[in-house]
T-cell receptor
Framework: AQSVTQLDSHVSVSEGTPVLLRCNYS??????LFWYVQHPNKGLQLLLK??????LVKGINGFEAEFKKSETSFHLTKPSAHMSDAAEYFC??????????????FGQGTELSVKP | DGGITQSPKYLFRKEGQNVTLSCEQN?????MYWYRQDPGQGLRLIYY???????QKGDIAEGYSVSREKKESFPLTVTSAQKNPTAFYLC????????????FGDGTRLSIL
């Protein structure tokens, strides 16, 4: 069965320092993977997606993620945190198999805090 | 601009009352989804629909009902059978092709009076 594990429920960084949000997945196939961001009382916004093309995926707002099949990881990084990056981040995998209707499996989320 | 509109943003329900949350999309997506989000938890799938006039239960469908009479609309009714309805509800849509991302509305926060 597929699953997604976000290894940290909360990450705190100082403004201008690097961000690392960790995500491991389990999948029998080559999965499609996504990172979403959610600001308070808002919906989820797609940051980036991996769909078996380049293993290093660049997203919006300076974020990127690297797909590592050998480690079953899809960690999200940003070289320099900004105050506006403070939000909840979700790692997501597409559900496998035919006729799954585009269903997604969500991690539990990582809350990112950015200190001035 | 294309997108998903959820209304209302805040909703209050009395005990024993049914309430309906609206979700409309103009992205021409075939598939639509309803999720429930509780504090500190990820999203849990309530119902989804891949095509008009068809829908399937998700992981936590008890106490909820949906309809899909039009491609652009997928309303969710929270019935009195749902004993703990206080949550943030998110609607999403996608092209229903495997491996595609979902697009989300801004959510409806439901509270019990």
């Amino acid at each position: 069965a597929q699953s997604v594990t976000q290894l940290d429920s909360h990450v705190s960084v100082s403004e201008g320092t690097p961000v690392l949000l960790r995500c491991n997945y389990s999948s029998s196939y080559s999965p499609s993977l996504f990172w979403y961001v959610q600001h308070p009382n808002k919906g989820l916004q797609l940051l980036l997606k991996y769909t078996s093309a380049a293993t290093l995926v660049k997203g919006i707002n300076g974020f990127e993620a690297e797909f590592k099949k050998s480690e079953t990881s899809f960690h999200l990084t940003k070289p320099s945190a900004h105050m506006s990056d403070a939000a909840e981040y979700f790692c997501v995998v597409s559900e496998e198999g035919n006729n799954q209707g585009g269903k997604l499996i969500f991690g539990q989320g990582t809350e990112l805090s950015v200190k001035p | 601009d294309g997108g998903i509109t959820q209304s209302p943003k805040y909703l209050f329900r009395k005990e024993g009352q049914n309430v309906t949350l609206s979700c409309e999309q103009n992205l021409n997506h075939d598939a639509m989804y309803w999720y429930r989000q509780d504090p500190g938890q990820g999203l849990r799938l309530i119902y989804y629909s891949q095509i008009v006039n068809d829908f399937q239960k998700g992981d936590i469908a008890e106490g909820y009902s949906v309809s899909r009479e039009k491609k652009e609309s997928f309303p969710l009714t929270v019935t009195s059978a749902q004993k703990n309805p206080t949550a943030f509800y998110l609607c999403a849509s996608s092209t229903d092709r495997g491996g595609q991302p979902q697009h989300f509305g801004d959510g409806t926060r439901l509270s019990i009076l």
